[in-house]
């Protein structure tokens, strides 16, 4: 990649085509239950940009500037009342829409609160979020996420972690299904596994082939290998504008969606909305777990500063807690827990990684087209004003899916997937096309396990 090219796909600040972007969306800012009916204020970073965010005592959220329109002191230090932040400075106060509704250090006769406004943002609370819109159309786009108003809302799980690095980077690695055989499951052998399972074709081999197309509403891929006589194992993903990926950890068809939110250029957050879960992850053949091959999270407390929400003891600082014994035992990475060794990978590439040192191979089909999809949708954007995907037609957002099926060799996987999308919310979908034809799968009699 062009180091120019790298530069316009990773920076979000307020004037860049990338930022431009994805203010044309709405995401998810902050998990509901950080916000308390009356209770302390949130600093919020989003996009390079400083927010404070707050609940009313009467449940009201606002997403606003921090700085007070008065004297620019930080409203992180303010009374949350009814009706919204007071200033502590000389009382200023703000609803939860910007607009100053109390001037008490002005007189009577001088008071032009009705005049003061400060930025305050859109918000829409859903599915355990609160989600912004930075855009600056003066009727935010409609509302819409995916399929998860198929789910009960108590039913859906909602996560934040912070990642300490890129937010392009971060995505990436999760539409990087190779690495799965390796970084999570090097150490683990086919052998380990009921012949004839999931599991077990995956470990057996580590090289699949790989098709990507690109959709509506961004790219997926297909990772595909043998699954015994005549058939063959598909794991497919999802990648929609501007920073959505679905994994297939699940069986096909599963609600499991991620967002990789930009706080700014070197920092993200991961949010993922998700059904409940049924896979067994990281266990033999006897259910007993693999080392390090958990998925638990030990969340640090969140602490008041810009970035210190929902930060993991696992850090770079600490080289993610990285084990050289368990290393040489079976654990393959040293890393322990399947979040923590994407999360340690990651950020081991720094802030932003120089993507011009980069020398890819057929596996990275998914990341090279979706870096080209990004760029179009970037550049068509900037240059002729064309709203990206999924901004103004929210249909292009339903019945998209991910998960991994065994078909019949015979049968094209993504004629497949095209009739699931129409049997997963009992409508027409219109089928997503492809430009070239798959190659087919190496011949499983390659593919036996080593003795």
């Not at 999760?174 to 995956?202: K, M, N, Q, S, W």
């Not at 409940?276 to 007993?288: A, F, Q």
């Amino acid at each position: 990649m062009r180091a120019a090219d790298n530069e316009i796909l990773t920076r979000v600040g307020p004037g860049t085509p990338m930022g431009d972007l994805m203010r044309q969306y709405w995401f998810p800012a902050i998990k509901s239950t950080e916000l308390e009916a009356g209770g302390a204020p949130v600093r919020l970073r989003l996009l390079g940009e400083n927010f404070l965010a707050f609940r009313s005592p009467d449940g009201t959220v606002g997403i606003i500037d921090h700085e007070c329109a008065h004297r620019c002191a930080s409203l992180f230090y303010g009374r949350n009342e009814d009706g919204g932040m007071r200033c502590v400075y000389h009382g200023w106060k703000f609803d939860a829409k910007g607009q100053c509704v109390d001037m008490p250090s002005e007189p009577p006769e001088t008071d032009y609160k009705e005049r003061v406004r400060i930025r305050a943002l859109p918000v829409h609370e859903a599915y355990g979020a609160v989600w912004a819109y930075m855009g600056s159309a003066k009727e935010p786009p409609p509302f819409a996420a995916f399929d998860l108003d198929l789910i009960p809302e108590a039913d859906i799980t909602t996560t934040f972690m912070f990642r300490e690095c890129n937010w392009l980077q971060a995505l990436e690695g999760d539409i990087d299904t190779c690495h799965v055989g390796f970084l999570h499951g090097g150490g683990v052998r086919a052998t380990d596994y009921e012949p004839g399972t999931i599991d077990y074709y995956r470990s057996l081999n580590r090289h699949p082939k790989y098709e990507a197309v690109e959709t509506p509403y961004g790219t997926m891929y297909t990772a595909y290998r043998p699954a015994g006589e005549g058939e063959t194992y598909h794991r497919v993903g999802q990648f929609a504008l501007p920073f959505w990926t679905m994994a297939p950890s699940e069986p096909m068809g599963h609600n499991h969606v991620r967002a990789w939110v930009p706080l700014d250029d070197e920092n993200s957050m991961l949010v993922t909305f998700s059904a409940p879960r049924y896979t067994p992850y990281g266990k033999d053949k006897d259910g007993k777990p693999f080392t390090g091959m958990t998925i638990k999270l030990d969340f640090l407390p969140n602490t008041t500063d810009w970035l210190g929400r929902w930060r993991i003891k696992e850090n770079p600082r600490n080289d993610h807690l990285l084990s050289r014994e368990l290393q040489k035992d079976r654990n393959y990475s040293g890393v322990v827990g399947i979040v923590v060794q994407d999360q340690a990978i990651t950020e081991s590439m720094g802030p932003i990684v120089n993507r011009t040192k980069e020398h890819l191979g057929t596996s990275d089909r998914m990341i090279l087209l979706t870096r080209r999809t990004l760029m179009r949708a970037v550049l068509a954007l900037r240059d002729d004003g064309v709203a990206p995907a999924g901004v103004n037609d929210l249909s292009v957002r339903r019945n998209v899916r991910s998960g991994f099926m065994v078909i019949p060799s015979s049968d094209d996987w993504l004629e497949t997937f095209n009739r699931l999308r129409r049997e997963w919310r009992g409508e027409d979908a219109a089928p997503i096309l492809r430009v070239s034809k798959p190659e087919p799968a190496r011949d499983e009699a390659s593919l036996q396990p080593a003795k």
